[in-house]
């Protein structure tokens, strides 16, 4: 079946340091991988995601790979800044036009002055 | 509408009441998806509609659990006979298609006494 793990959190870090939020999946076929970010008081909001295998999703500073070899979907982002405290999901749909997402159980991030 | 609108944003009901929870997607938007996200989870599949009828139901977990979109527009998902486990914020989601980006409301959080 389909699932996404995702690094528990809660993640605490200063600002400027390095972000790395670990995510790997199981699927049947070929998903399409999605990072959502929630922000507090917020609905969900799409992050970034990628298609196929190789390819870099990015956005807003924020970067992952889709790693077939290793079935991961890492994101990262080389200097956080307050404004990303928020709750980061990964998830996946069974292949690109897919119906549903399957979501990890989120990793709160708070990012300190 | 400038987002989708889930009302109310929160309710309270007693095991064994049937509540209603509404969706006003983004004007336009032909895809529509129900989601559940109960406490230290992500947010799992319930529903897609495309326009008024429902592609994908094999998220709902029982026949207690049904939704509706009679227009084409607004959803509403329905829960008879509450119970407990029923408690959870739902989340609605649209999109202009299948497969296209879709945009989250805030979620109705629904609590079961």
């Known amino acids: 079946g389909n699932s996404v793990t995702q690094m528990e959190g809660p993640v605490t870090l200063s600002e400027e340091a390095f972000l790395t939020i670990n995510c790997t999946y199981t699927?049947?076929?070929?998903?399409?991988l999605f990072w959502y970010v929630q922000y507090p008081g917020e609905g969900l909001q799409l992050l970034l995601k990628a298609t196929k295998a190789d390819d870099k999703g990015s956005n807003k500073g924020f970067e992952a790979t889709y790693r077939k070899e290793t079935t991961s979907f890492h994101l990262e982002k080389g200097s956080v800044q307050v404004s990303d405290s928020a709750v980061y999901f990964c998830a996946l749909s069974e292949a690109t036009g897919a119906n549903n997402l399957f979501f990890g159980t989120g990793t709160r991030l708070t990012v300190i002055p | 509408g400038a987002g989708v609108s889930q009302t109310p944003s929160n309710k309270v009901t007693e095991k064994g009441k049937y509540v209603e929870l509404r969706c006003d997607p983004i004007?336009?938007?032909?895809?529509l998806y129900w989601y559940r996200q109960s406490l230290g989870q992500g947010p799992e599949f319930l529903i897609y509609f495309q326009g008024t009828g429902a592609a994908d139901d094999s998220g709902l977990p029982n026949d207690r659990f049904f939704a509706v979109r009679p227009e084409g527009s607004v959803s509403t998902l329905k829960i008879q006979r509450t119970e407990r486990g029923d408690s959870a914020v739902y989340l609605c989601?649209?999109?202009?298609?299948?497969?296209?980006?879709?945009?989250f409301g805030q979620g109705t959080r629904l609590t079961v006494v």
């Open positions: 989601a649209s999109s202009s298609g299948q497969g296209r980006k879709a945009f």
């Open positions: 004007s336009g938007h032909t895809a």
């Open positions: 699927a049947t076929g070929y998903p399409s």
